[in-house]
Each structure stands twice: as C-alpha cells, then as structure tokens.
T-cell receptor
Framework: GQNIDQPTEMTATEGAIVQINCTYQTSGFNGLFWYQQHAGEAPTFLSYNVLDGLEEKGRFSSFLSRSKGYSYLLLKELQMKDSASYLCAVSHNFNKFYFGSGTKLNVKP | GAVVSQHPSRVICKSGTSVKIECRSLDFQATTMFWYRQFPKQSLMLMATSNEGSKATYEQGVEKDKFLINHASLTLSTLTVTSAHPEDSSFYIC?????????????FGPGTRLTVT
C-alpha cells in the first residue's frame, strides 16, 4: 500500500516563508511531485524530485530525502493568491501516482 | 502545450441513469490516462489507469462494472458511470501522460463535477 502523509491545514502571513512537509512509505518509488489546487479546479504542476536534494523554481522549492521518505515544499514571499491546497504525489513504478491528503494553506494579510 | 480537456465540466443526472465523461489530450498523444475522483475537501483518489488499446487497470475497491473506462485512441479516454447513485456525486478528474515525456509527469484536465439527484 501507499502511505502518504501531509498536515491538513496551515496558516501563514503574506510575505513570509512556509514549509509544507510530506512523508511517504511506498514501494516502487520513482519520484515525488508537488501540485497546487485551487478549490473546484484541477491540480497544476509545481515541482518534481527524483533525486535527493533541493530543486528551486522561483518562489517555490522542493526537497527530497529518499532514505527518510520525506519531502517538503517551500514557498517564499507568500502572496494571497498562494492560498490553495498543496498536494504531494508519489510516482509508483513509472505507472501511476498516489496522492497525499493535501495541505490547505491559508495566507493572511 | 500539454493541454488536457474534459467534457462536460458539470453534469446533473437522475439516479439510475448513466453518464459519460470524456478526457482528451489536445496537443499531444497520451499512452496512459488516469481517472481520479475527489470528494469535497479531500485529495485525489486514483480510480483506474487506462492504456490505449488495452483494458483499464482498476484500483482496489473500484467497481469496474460501474465505472467503465474506454481508451480508444492516443488522445481520448472515456469514463462512464453506469446506473449512477447519489453517492457517486463527486469531482472526477482525468490526467494524461505524454507519449514522449522525459519525466514521469501527468497533465490534468479541468475536472467534471457530477451531481446525481
């Protein structure tokens, strides 16, 4: 089975930095993805990690440690529009994704 | 590039009827398409994996006779919810993996909100 855990909800202030963690236990791991989803819309791709380390992409960075089954998404210079759900997804055997429960991020002025 | 469409975006049907949802990759060929459902305030649950020209692979607990999946071409997959009941009301999202994808990435459609009355 796939166990992918994320915090349910987080709150942060506009302009701040927030880190959203994701832990996983899975066989056949091939990579970890982060998606952003606004209510009622489809997920949009944010980042992808297949090797250990940090991937930086503008205001968003993602980190992976395969030995620890751990990833985080780092959002810098938070903006109000960053209020959304953030989904961690694990690629399994190059064939399918399994999603975590998602973290709802509330950005306050 | 890498646009996936779904049709319809919203559908309301009566209990006992069947509903077909289409998923199309508009500017790429997709060897594999995936169907997910999402309940309010919950994450995406993988229902089935659909490969062009072969039978879909369903996740445990998903009834294949109730959720019929057809992947007739490299750009189209359909999900038919048969004999729909109110508990089938949900947000259904498809995704597609490009045939020539350099990474294991999926592109998501905009979703279909199904309401069964």
């Amino acid at each position: 089975g796939q166990n992918i855990d994320q915090p349910t909800e987080m709150t942060a202030t506009e302009g701040a930095i927030v880190q959203i963690n994701c832990t996983y236990q899975t066989s056949g791991f091939n990579g970890l993805f982060w998606y952003q989803q606004h209510a009622g819309e489809a997920p949009t791709f944010l980042s992808y990690n297949v090797l250990d380390g940090l991937e930086e992409k503008g205001r968003f960075s993602s980190f992976l440690s395969r030995s620890k089954g751990y990833s985080y998404l780092l959002l810098k210079e938070l903006q109000m529009k960053d209020s959304a759900s953030y989904l961690c997804a694990v690629s399994h055997n190059f064939n399918k994704f399994y999603f975590g429960s998602g973290t709802k991020l509330n950005v306050k002025p | 590039g890498a646009v996936v469409s779904q049709h319809p975006s919203r559908v309301i049907c009566k209990s006992g009827t069947s509903v077909k949802i289409e998923c199309r990759s508009l500017d790429f060929q997709a060897t594999t398409m995936f169907w997910y459902r999402q309940f309010p305030k919950q994450s995406l649950m993988l229902m089935a994996t659909s490969n062009e020209g072969s039978k879909a692979t369903y996740e445990q607990g998903v009834e294949k006779d109730k959720f019929l999946i057809n992947h007739a071409s490299l750009t189209l997959s359909t999900l038919t919810v048969t004999s729909a009941h109110p508990e089938d009301s949900s947000f259904y999202i498809c995704s597609a993996r490009p045939r020539t994808s350099g990474i294991d990435e999926q592109y998501f459609g905009p979703g279909t909100r199904l309401t069964v009355t």
